[in-house]
């Protein structure tokens, strides 16, 4: 079985500051991870996602997270950030299950970012 | 371009009766799902279909029925409602469900309270 771990439900970071947050998994077999962001009263977005390659991935709105096969991360990270970044960010692994790929998503995590 | 629409945007429902959520994506995807959002838990997947006339079950498919008549549509049926599922509910879609590196791209959810 597949499964997503988001430690902090909530992150508060300063406008300008830079901005982690976390996610572990946990799966057989390759991990294919996303991100998607989820902002007040609407449907998720997609954000990023590693397939292969280059450990590190560059998303949509300055975002990029850092794969680590040893330590079964993806954390999501931005440079300096925004108060419009504030919204609740989900972390997603897909793996195979029965022949399909079916992602499952962590409990997400609030994002305050304060001016 | 719609992408995905959903409806009712919200519905207050009475315990016992029977509820249909509609969700239509205009984008030709093959897979479709649907997901029910609770507060601490993050998304959980209810039902899927990788293609029109099949589906499959998700985490939490009790008392949740769907069907997929063709590629666009993929109504979701509560038959007998009951205070548990009040939840809000999204659909989401995605190219291919049997391919990995699949984005999913997110209607704008139904919050369905059941009283």
């Known amino acids: 079985a597949q499964s997503v771990a988001q430690p902090e439900d909530q992150v508060n970071v300063a406008e300008g500051n830079p901005l982690t947050v976390k996610c572990t998994y946990s799966?057989?077999?390759?991990?294919?991870l996303f991100w998607y962001v989820q902002y007040p009263n609407r449907g998720l977005q997609f954000l990023l996602k590693y397939i292969t390659g280059d450990n590190l991935v560059k998303g949509s709105y300055g975002f990029e997270a850092e794969f680590n096969k040893s330590q079964t991360s993806f954390h999501l990270k931005k440079p300096s950030a925004l108060v419009s970044d504030s919204a609740l960010y989900f972390c997603a692994v897909s793996a195979a299950t029965g022949g399909s790929y079916i992602p499952t998503f962590g409990r997400g995590t609030s994002l305050i970012v304060h001016p | 371009i719609a992408g995905i629409t959903q409806a009712p945007t919200s519905q207050i429902l009475a315990a016992g009766r029977r509820m249909t959520l509609r969700c239509t994506q205009d984008m030709r995807h093959n897979a479709m799902y649907w997901y029910r959002q609770d507060l601490g838990l993050g998304l959980r997947l209810i039902h899927y279909s990788n293609t029109a006339g099949t589906t499959g079950k998700g985490e939490v498919p009790d008392g949740y029925s769907v069907s997929r008549a063709n590629t666009d549509d993929f109504p979701l049926t509560l038959a007998s409602a009951v205070p548990s599922q009040t939840s809000v509910y999204f659909c989401?879609?995605?190219?291919?469900?049997?391919?990995?590196?699949?984005?999913?791209?997110f209607g704008p959810g139904t919050r369905l309270t059941v009283l």
């Open positions: 799966v057989s077999g390759n991990p294919y």
């Open positions: 989401a879609s995605s190219v291919s469900g049997l391919t990995s590196t699949d984005t999913q791209y």
